[in-house]
């Protein structure tokens, strides 16, 4: 087959892939062509236009390495990871609410007792963080590992400032105790803009959008038998709670960061300074008995 033109491309390049190697490979090659193809035809680029995409692809490369990955920040940006996301976790009723991971999580991070301060003592409002782990059916969850890390007072992660740090710091492993609870101490997050200084930033830019997250606390949470959690809890009122540059925000991760004035903290601390307090209690999703 030869002489191809705009009606006849497209079924000769699914003829093509129709022989791939096993039926997963031959069912996204052939979505992959048609849908790609339909965009063209609906968009009917310039040849200016096609090379200004490719240019824009291959900026998009050259920006990812081991400390940055551009390929994923267009991904979030798109809307496609919380897509991906939502559809990986459908049937969780009763569960918490996930969210995308975001490009700073730390495999690994330092484990810390109950009770400890995880800033490091980056300077910042203190905040009193608790909570509990449980199944679904609200039967605690001891032991379960709980990862938490966030950005300073600033919108910072700690891995944007390794070198002025030395280290990292808001970041932590910890485990629940026999009444699956938790808690430690460390300072406010702040609302901040993810990288937009690459081919990203350059489509925000043209698309009339801003590159901001709101303020958040992550968590990843696994216990034995059940799915891993990965998930946000966002501040309550904070202003681009409508407009999160990677469409992670859901009504249920919003919470309260309450105001303290100084005096004794949840954990019977003395504070003499205003300090912040977070409760959430999440619920894990039983692995099925075939995943088990």
């Not at 938790?182 to 959008?209: C, E, N, S």
């Not at 004035?261 to 619920?283: C, K, N, Q, T, V």
Request: aromatic share 10%; charged share 20%; with cysteine.
């Amino acid at each position: 087959m030869r002489n191809f033109d705009e009606n006849s491309i497209t079924m000769a390049v699914l003829d093509r892939v129709a022989n791939a190697s096993d039926g997963r490979t031959q069912q996204i090659s052939q979505a992959l062509v048609r849908h790609l193809h339909a965009f063209v035809k609906e968009v009917e680029p310039s040849m200016g236009e096609w090379e200004a995409a490719i240019g824009f692809l291959t900026r998009t490369g050259h920006m990812c390495d081991d400390k940055r990955q551009e390929f994923i920040l267009l991904s979030d940006t798109l809307g496609v990871s919380m897509l991906v996301d939502a559809i990986n976790h459908r049937g969780t009723a009763g569960a918490t609410d996930t969210t995308v991971l975001g490009p700073f999580y730390v495999q690994d991070p330092a484990v810390f007792p109950l009770g400890s301060d995880i800033s490091d003592g980056m300077k910042g409002q203190p905040l009193f963080v608790s909570g509990t782990v449980s199944s679904t059916d609200g039967a605690p969850l001891a032991g379960a590992a709980v990862d938490v890390w966030h950005s300073d007072e600033d919108g910072y992660y700690d891995v944007q400032q390794m070198e002025e740090l030395g280290g990292l710091s808001m970041r932590a492993r910890l485990f629940t105790d026999e009444q699956g609870r938790f808690h430690f101490w460390t300072i406010k997050p702040a609302a901040y803009p993810i990288p937009h200084d690459g081919p990203v930033g350059q489509m925000l830019d043209a698309q009339g959008r801003h590159p901001y997250r709101p303020a958040h606390v992550h968590f990843m949470i696994h216990a034995e038998g059940h799915d891993t959690l990965v998930t946000h809890v966002f501040v309550a009122g904070d202003e681009y709670l409508d407009s999160d540059v990677v469409f992670g925000v859901k009504d249920s991760l919003i919470q309260e960061f309450v105001r303290h004035f100084p005096g004794e903290a949840p954990d019977g601390r003395i504070m003499g300074r205003e300090f912040h307090s977070l409760r959430y209690d999440f619920r894990l999703k039983r692995l099925s008995a075939s995943a088990a």
